[in-house]
């Protein structure tokens, strides 16, 4: 699972609001089951809106709420400070999601592709000269050709078309390259990033390979299995699909996009800004990358074994360092 990040939480926050004003009186057992939340999380909600607004941030600049029926745990929105009321997109705003929809476009499965079709209709009719400017714009993969990655992209999409293997020369977040024979199964994309969703024939398991960390990639000419059985919408990243260990990190408040970045099995609170995460872990040198790089915020690991092996590498690279210090007469 991954932590909950800032931006999740606004989006459900707005959608909060323009939810209690379609519905007044609403029980929050009721908005927690909407939002799939506990109700806990809507009254921390609640708690939040109830002292947001507009500049001036005087009482009747914010957003408030029947505080009568809160105390019932019914919600009545009393006022939105207009936050109700849908905004309409600027040229520019327009512009951007014509783009990424159209990127998505690209990659969208065949049970997706209606629905992105549908919702890239209905915005161009309503953009006037802002889809002019959109078309304009060759979605690519948002990044410059130079690095390959779009030519890595018709590959792929070739293969998946043909319905043929592929082989990887692939580097993982923990810089060790592999050789992977593959079945492609469809491209992914977050806007940012493409992966590529296929069978791994050396793990014998489905896996998603970030399409900038394949170093070379070769269309072959065997014929990919039918993997059509399987359910790939869920996939776990190829990181974490095969863990030899789950670590527990208990981390100071600055380390809190460890939790918004990776997928974590788990989050714990431990009061004072502090947390802790379960992370599962397949390539120790990926942990150690990362412990060392959060240094002083990390404050415990555990198991003992996992953190007896990053002590001695600790204390390794230190000794090196002061080998080389010594050495260059520093």
């Known amino acids: 699972m991954r932590a909950e990040n800032s931006a999740d939480r606004v989006v459900r926050l707005l959608a909060l609001v323009s939810y209690l004003d379609d519905h007044p009186g609403v029980r929050v057992a009721q908005v927690a089951e909407h939002f799939g939340v506990s109700e806990a999380q809507v009254l921390k909600d609640v708690d939040t809106l109830w002292v947001s607004g507009t500049p001036g941030y ?7 709420f029947a505080a009568d029926d809160h105390e019932r745990n019914i919600l009545t929105l009393i006022e939105p400070q207009g936050m109700e ?7 520019v705003e327009a512009v951007s999601l014509l783009v990424a929809l159209r990127s998505l476009a690209e990659t969208a499965g065949a049970g997706e592709q209606e629905v992105v079709a549908s919702a890239l209709e209905k915005l161009t009719a309503a953009a006037g000269s802002a889809a002019h400017a959109a078309r304009s714009i060759d979605v690519g993969t948002g990044r410059s050709g130079s690095d390959g ?5 018709d590959q792929v999409r070739i293969a998946i078309e043909q319905g043929r293997q592929l082989h990887l020369r692939y580097v993982s977040a923990a810089d060790v390259v592999s050789h992977r024979t593959v079945d492609p199964l469809r491209l992914l994309t977050d806007s940012q990033r493409y992966f590529l969703h296929a069978w791994c024939h050396r793990a014998q398991d489905l896996r998603q390979f970030r399409v900038d960390r394949i170093l070379d990639l070769e269309v072959l000419e065997a014929s990919a299995a039918d993997h059509s059985d399987l359910h790939t919408a869920d996939t776990p990243d190829p990181e974490l699909a095969s863990a030899r260990w789950r670590v527990r990190l208990e981390l100071a408040s600055r380390a809190r996009w460890v939790a918004e970045q990776f997928e974590v099995a788990g989050v714990t609170e431990l009061g004072e800004g502090r947390f802790a995460v379960q992370i599962d872990v397949v390539d ?6 990362l412990v060392l790089s959060l240094g002083p915020d990390v404050l415990a690991v555990s198991p003992p074994e996992v953190a007896a092996e990053l002590s001695a590498f600790a204390r390794q690279a230190l000794g090196a360092y002061d080998e080389d210090a010594a050495a260059t007469g520093q």
């Open 58 to 64: 005087q009482h009747n600049d914010l957003i408030d």
């Open 85 to 91: 009321t849908p905004l309409r997109l600027g040229a």
């Open 149 to 153: 990655i779009d030519d890595r992209l």
């Open 284 to 289: 120790p040198s990926w942990l150690r990358n």
